[in-house]
């Protein structure tokens, strides 16, 4: 039923406005769902005569990704935001007894080379770094 109601529709191509995560259609502002805010431009269809069911489409498909709807201008006015939810889960933690000004491949270095009996193949120019290559 959904995309027999899409073929009655007209297909507009939109630019996402950066700072808010809202496209314009027919002199309205319309608020981008926060999981689609990465996309630059976004495929747009609407039927002509209720712009209010404005719907995100994918550009190859056709499919319906999200409905927008339009921007709430009060509680814009008032100054508090709506959150926005991470793109990419956060990283873990670093293990427990970690050297945290040490990236963990350098770590990862000095332990194969420990293992070896050799000495480093760089000389740190940092104290810190000439301290973890004595402790060895």
Do not use: I
């Not at 269809?45 to 550009?59: E, H, M, N, Q, T």
């Amino acid at each position: 039923m959904e995309r027999l109601r899409l073929a009655f529709t007209c297909q507009v191509t939109r630019t996402q406005r950066r700072s808010d995560a809202t496209v314009t259609v027919a002199g309205v502002r319309y608020e981008v769902p926060s999981r689609l805010r990465h996309l630059p431009r976004l495929t747009l269809r609407y039927p002509r005569w209720d712009p209010s069911r404005l719907v995100v489409v994918d550009p190859q498909r056709g499919h319906p990704l999200a409905h927008l709807l339009p921007q709430d201008k009060h509680r814009n006015a008032s100054g508090a935001r709506r959150a926005l939810a991470p793109l990419t889960p956060p990283l873990p933690p670093p293990p427990v007894g970690a050297d945290p000004a040490l990236p963990a491949l350098l770590r990862q270095w000095l332990r194969d080379y420990a293992a070896t009996g050799l000495p480093p193949a760089y000389l740190p120019k940092d104290e810190a770094l000439q301290e973890v290559c004595d402790d060895r």
